[in-house]
C-alpha cells in the first residue's frame, strides 16, 4: 500500500488548512493510500542551529522530535503540506520544519555531490494553504520555498491547493467547494502515487 505522510502546520487546532488537509486525508483513504497525520503544533523542534554537522554527516546534531519525522520523510511515497499564510510565507510551525530539512540538502548537494537540478524527482507532494487577503501575489514567495523545499526531498510540487480570503477559524466552512476539491485532490494524489 502506498503511504502519505501528512503534516498539519497551523497554530490553530481546527484552522482553515487544517480541516482542508483533513478533507485531503480523507480523499486519499479513501482512494487506497495509508496516511500518517503529524500536528506540528505538536512537536517540540528545534529551529536550525547552523552547527553544520549535516555538513560533514548528512544528520542534524540536534536531537528532538524532528528525529522520528526524519525516517517518516524518506520512506513516504507522497507528502500532505498545510500550512496558512503569515506575511507571505508559512507558519512558524512549518519554517521550523523546512529550515531542519536543511541536513538533506547538505547530505544530497555537499555529501552525495548531486548536480542541481538535474534530478527527476520520485515523489509527489500536495501543498495547502489558506490566507486572510486576496492579493495577486499571496502564494508566490510560498510556491518558490515550496519547490526548492521539495527538491531536497526528490518531490515534486504535484498540486497546490490555495485559498484567499479565509482568516476565522471556520472561514472554510462556507464554502464547500473548497472541502470537495481537497478531498477530490487527495483521491488523485492516491491514484498518482
Known amino acids: 500500500m502506498k503511504s ?3 503534516l498539519y502546520g497551523s497554530p490553530r487546532k481546527r484552522g482553515n488548512t487544517s480541516v482542508l488537509l483533513e478533507r485531503a486525508v480523507r ?3 479513501d482512494g487506497g ?3 500518517e497525520e503529524i500536528f506540528l503544533r505538536n512537536l517540540s523542534i528545534s529551529p ?3 552547527i553544520y554537522a549535516c555538513r ?3 544528520r542534524c546534531s540536534i536531537q528532538d522530535d524532528f528525529d522520528p519525522l526524519r525516517d517518516k520523510l524518506l520512506s513516504c511515497d507522497a507528502l500532505m503540506l498545510a500550512s496558512p499564510i503569515f506575511f507571505y510565507s508559512v ?3 512549518t519554517k521550523i520544519f523546512m529550515d ?3 541536513e538533506f540538502w547538505s547530505k544530497k548537494y555537499l555529501i552525495d555531490q548531486a548536480p542541481f537540478g538535474l534530478r527527476t524527482p520520485t515523489r509527489k507532494a500536495l501543498f495547502v494553504s489558506a490566507g486572510a487577503t486576496r492579493g495577486n501575489k499571496l502564494f508566490d514567495g510560498v510556491l518558490l520555498s515550496m519547490r526548492y523545499f521539495l527538491d531536497t526531498l526528490d518531490m515534486e510540487l504535484w498540486k497546490s491547493l490555495l485559498y484567499r480570503g ?3 477559524p471556520s472561514d472554510v466552512l462556507e464554502h464547500p467547494e473548497y472541502m470537495e476539491e481537497a478531498y477530490r485532490t487527495g483521491k488523485e494524489l492516491a491514484g498518482a502515487i
Open 56 to 58: 560533514k554527516t548528512g
Open 27 to 29: 480523499g486519499a483513504l
Open 4 to 6: 502519505i505522510l501528512a
Open 100 to 102: 531542519r530539512c536543511q
Open 91 to 93: 507558519s512558524a510551525h
Open 166 to 168: 479565509l482568516d476565522g
Open 48 to 50: 536550525c542551529l547552523e
Open 33 to 35: 493510500a495509508s496516511v
